[in-house]
Each structure stands twice: as structure tokens, then as C-alpha cells.
């Protein structure tokens, strides 16, 4: 009887641990890790993923195209897949790396620094809800925002200025200043590269295009003049 209790209080534990195991997506997550909530909504790869692959590991030196480190590159969905499986981070390499707490093992190794809390969890989410490939994601985007300061010039700075400007602007085009910038939004130029119109060359090179909502903002703000608002 006493042997009957027994069996039957650890099969309860066991169920309200795998019941409650259950409601954290992915189960339990590494410490200091926030899982996604129950319905989250999808973490938007493009937007939150790609740029932090892409600004800590595809450098130049390291896993970029020309580097390719370990044969591996992480500037493209296709590339950063080789090291992640859908789902499962603690089978994922990068994603092992990437929270080895071995100084010599982890990626990115030092001195660079480990990826802030907020860069693992989106990367975690991810992975733990399939790691998609979700692009031209709205997250953030309205396109009834069309100014200068709130909308275009943070897409430039995000996506093109790194290539245009500097001593060597890329196609000897600066992207740096307001008065630039204006320039290539009035001659038309600016929107035939984003939205890939025949004739221009494709931008952002070597990287997607912008999401769909980012160049209707530019498109908005060109239209009401390319004002300095
Ligand atoms: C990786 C570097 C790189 C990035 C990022 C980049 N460009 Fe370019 N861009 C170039 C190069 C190189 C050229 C010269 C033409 C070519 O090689 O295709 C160019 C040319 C241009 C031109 C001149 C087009 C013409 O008609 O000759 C414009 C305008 C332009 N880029 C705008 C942008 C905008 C806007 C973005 C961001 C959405 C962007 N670029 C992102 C490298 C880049």
C-alpha cells in the first residue's frame, strides 16, 4: 500500500513536470535565457536575427564571403542554417557557441563580446520556434511614419551608409549627409536601387532587399518632396 503511494506521488510529479515543462516552448531554457511566450508571435528573422549574425560574425577577417572562417559564413539565412537546427538549440552549433562560457571557445571570441542577453534571446526564440526564414516582417514599421528622421534615415544607417561614405564612399555615392541623400531621392536614383527597377544597380548589393513597407516610407517621403523633417 505504502509502495502504491509512492509510485503514484512520483508519477504525479513526473506529469506536473512534464506538464509545465510542456507550456515553456522548447522546454526548459539555458539560465539567463527568456523563452518565447506561449502565442508569441514569430520572431522576425530579417529584422532580428540576420543583422546580429551579420554584425558580429560575417566581418570581415571572420565569416564573411571572402574569410569564410571554418569554411563557414553567416550573412545569408542559407549560410547561417549550416550551424543552427530548427527547434533545437542544444543541438545547434552556433547557437552552442555562442553561449560556450570558455573564453578560447566562444563565438564571437574575444576581445569582441559575448552577444548581449537581448541578441541570445531573439536568437533562441528563433531557433526554438523553428528558425525560419521570416522576412519584410512589419515588426516596427508603419508606413503612415514617413519622415526623414524617423523612418528613411534610420534605414539608410542600418543598411546602406556602412557602404556610402567615408574616404571611399562605394560607386563614389556618400550616403553620409541630409544634402546627399536629398540629392539621390530627387534625381530618382534612390528608389530605382531599393526597389531593384530596371537599370540600377540592386541595394542594398550583396544583401536582401529591404522589406517592402521601409521602401514604401522612402517612397512617401520622396513623394512629399524628401523634405529634412
Ligand atoms: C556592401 C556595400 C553596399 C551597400 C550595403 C549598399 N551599397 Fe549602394 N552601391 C555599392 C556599390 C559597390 C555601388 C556601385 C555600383 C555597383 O557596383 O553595383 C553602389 C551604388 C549605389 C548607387 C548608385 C546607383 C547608380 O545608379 O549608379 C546608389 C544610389 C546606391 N548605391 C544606394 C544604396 C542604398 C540606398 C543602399 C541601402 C539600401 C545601398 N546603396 C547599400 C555598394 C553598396
Known amino acids: 500500500m505504502r509502495r502504491l503511494v509512492f509510485i503514484s506521488l512520483l508519477l504525479a510529479v513526473y506529469l506536473y513536470a512534464c506538464k509545465h515543462n510542456s507550456?515553456?516552448?522548447?522546454?526548459?531554457?539555458?539560465?539567463?535565457?527568456?523563452p518565447p511566450a506561449v502565442g508569441a508571435s514569430i520572431i522576425c528573422f530579417e529584422t532580428?536575427?540576420?543583422p546580429v549574425f551579420v554584425s558580429n560574425c560575417a566581418?570581415?577577417?571572420c565569416h564573411d564571403a571572402v574569410t569564410k572562417a571554418k569554411g563557414l559564413r553567416?550573412?545569408?539565412?542559407?549560410?547561417?542554417?549550416?550551424?543552427?537546427?530548427?527547434?533545437?538549440p542544444a543541438?545547434?552549433?552556433?547557437?552552442?557557441?555562442?553561449m560556450e562560457t570558455r573564453e578560447d571557445k566562444r563565438m564571437p571570441p574575444p576581445p569582441a563580446l559575448p552577444l548581449s542577453k537581448a541578441q541570445k534571446d531573439s536568437i533562441y526564440k528563433?531557433?526554438?520556434?523553428?528558425?525560419?526564414?521570416?522576412?519584410?516582417?512589419?515588426?516596427?514599421?508603419?508606413t503612415t511614419l514617413f519622415t526623414?528622421?524617423?523612418?528613411?534615415?534610420?534605414?539608410?544607417?542600418?543598411?546602406?551608409?556602412?557602404?556610402?561614405?567615408?574616404t571611399a564612399p562605394s560607386g563614389n555615392i556618400d550616403l553620409s549627409t541630409y544634402a546627399n541623400i536629398r540629392t539621390v531621392a530627387l534625381?530618382?536614383?534612390?528608389?530605382?536601387?531599393?526597389?531593384h527597377s530596371p537599370g540600377f544597380p540592386q541595394m542594398p548589393k550583396g544583401g536582401n532587399k529591404l522589406p517592402e513597407c521601409k521602401i514604401t516610407q522612402i517612397r512617401k517621403w520622396i513623394d512629399a518632396g524628401a523634405a529634412n523633417n
Open 126 to 142: 528563433w531557433i526554438v520556434q523553428g528558425a525560419l526564414n521570416t522576412s519584410n516582417c512589419s515588426n516596427n514599421c508603419d
Open 74 to 88: 553567416y550573412d545569408s539565412y542559407g549560410e547561417i542554417m549550416v550551424t543552427i537546427k530548427p527547434n533545437e
Open 187 to 195: 534625381s530618382g536614383q534612390l528608389l530605382g536601387v531599393i526597389s
Open 23 to 34: 507550456l515553456i516552448p522548447g522546454g526548459t531554457p539555458p539560465p539567463g535565457i527568456t
Open 48 to 50: 532580428n536575427v540576420l
Open 59 to 61: 566581418k570581415s577577417g
Open 148 to 166: 526623414y528622421s524617423g523612418a528613411v534615415l534610420p534605414t539608410l544607417q542600418s543598411s546602406c551608409i556602412g557602404c556610402h561614405s567615408g
Open 91 to 98: 543541438n545547434s552549433e552556433a547557437w552552442k557557441l555562442i
